[in-house]
C-alpha cells in the first residue's frame, strides 16, 4: 500500500487550461504539505494544510488552490496555467504540525505546460 | 541568507567506496531536524535518515550515517560501500521547531542538492 499517492503522475496541458492534482495519504497524518520542484530541481514548500486548515501559504499566485476534503486528502486545483508552472509537485505529510517527524512524500506530479 | 547550503553539485564515487555528501544549515532555533532524502532519476523522493538536533549520538540506517557537527552547523551525509543503486541526487533539508520559530517554520527547508554519481 503506497503512504502517499498522487494522481496523475503526468499532466501535459496546453496554456491557459485548469487542471487539478490529487494527493491521498493513508498514514493516518495530521499535517500534509505541496512542494514544488523547479527545472533546476529546488524543491520549495508551497502549501501546508493541519487538519484541513491553511497553516502556510508562501508566494504562490492565487491561481493555485489547495483543497484539504478531509485530513487524508490534501488537492492542488491550478487556474490558468502558465508555461512557468511547469514543474513536478510533490505531495507529503508528518504526523503532526508540531513534532520534527519525517515528511512522507508522494511519487510526484510532472506537470507540463505547452 | 540560505538556510541549507550544499557546496557539492555532483560527486563521483567508486563502487564500493564511502563517499561524504556535505550541508550546513543555519538557525537560531535551539530545537530543529535535519533531513537527507534521494531522489533517483525515476523522481520520487525517498526518505534516508534523521538527526533531532537534541540526539547526542549520529543517527544511522544501514549503510547510511550522519555526520552531526551541532558546533559547526554541519550535518554531512556518509554513505559506505556505495553501490551502483546510489546513482541520484540527495537533498539536506531542514525542519526547524518551538513555539517562537513561527508557522514558517512548519515546512522543510532544502538545500540545492549534490547528484551523486557512483562508478563502477
Known amino acids: 500500500d503506497t503512504a502517499v499517492s498522487q494522481t496523475p503522475k503526468y499532466l501535459v496541458t496546453q496554456m491557459g487550461n485548469d487542471k487539478s492534482i490529487k494527493c491521498e495519504q493513508n498514514?493516518?497524518?495530521?499535517?500534509m504539505y505541496w512542494y514544488k520542484q523547479d527545472s533546476k530541481k529546488f524543491l520549495k514548500i508551497m502549501f501546508s494544510?493541519?487538519?484541513?486548515?491553511?497553516?502556510i501559504n508562501e508566494t504562490v499566485p492565487n491561481r493555485f488552490s489547495p483543497k484539504s476534503p478531509d485530513k487524508a486528502h490534501l488537492n492542488l486545483h491550478i487556474n490558468s496555467l502558465e508555461l512557468g508552472d511547469s514543474a513536478v509537485y510533490f505531495c507529503?505529510?508528518?504526523?503532526?504540525?508540531?513534532?520534527?517527524?519525517?515528511?512522507?512524500f508522494g511519487p510526484g506530479t510532472r506537470l507540463l505546460v505547452l | 541568507a540560505q538556510k541549507i547550503t550544499q557546496t557539492q553539485p555532483g560527486m563521483f564515487v567508486q563502487e564500493k567506496e564511502a563517499v561524504t555528501l556535505d550541508c550546513t544549515y543555519d538557525?537560531?532555533?535551539?530545537?530543529?531536524?535535519l533531513f537527507w532524502y534521494k531522489q533517483p532519476s525515476s523522481g520520487e523522493m525517498i526518505f534516508l535518515i534523521y538527526?533531532?538536533?537534541?540526539?547526542?549520538q549520529n543517527a544511522t540506517e544501514g549503510r547510511y550515517s550522519l555526520n552531526f557537527q551541532k558546533a559547526r552547523k554541519s550535518a554531512n551525509l556518509v554513505i559506505s560501500a556505495s553501490q551502483l543503486g546510489d546513482s541520484a541526487m540527495y537533498f539536506c533539508?531542514?525542519?526547524?521547531?518551538?513555539?517562537?520559530?513561527?508557522?514558517?517554520?512548519?515546512?522543510?527547508?532544502f538545500g540545492k542538492g549534490t547528484k551523486l554519481s557512483v562508478i563502477p
Open positions: 507529503a505529510s508528518s504526523q503532526d504540525l508540531y513534532s520534527l517527524e519525517t515528511q512522507y
Open positions: 533539508a531542514m525542519r526547524e521547531g518551538g513555539a517562537n520559530s513561527g508557522a514558517g517554520s512548519y515546512q522543510l527547508t
Open positions: 538557525t537560531s532555533d535551539q530545537s530543529y531536524g
Open positions: 498514514l493516518g497524518h495530521d499535517t
Open positions: 538527526q533531532g538536533s537534541y540526539d547526542e
Open positions: 494544510y493541519n487538519n484541513k486548515e491553511l497553516i
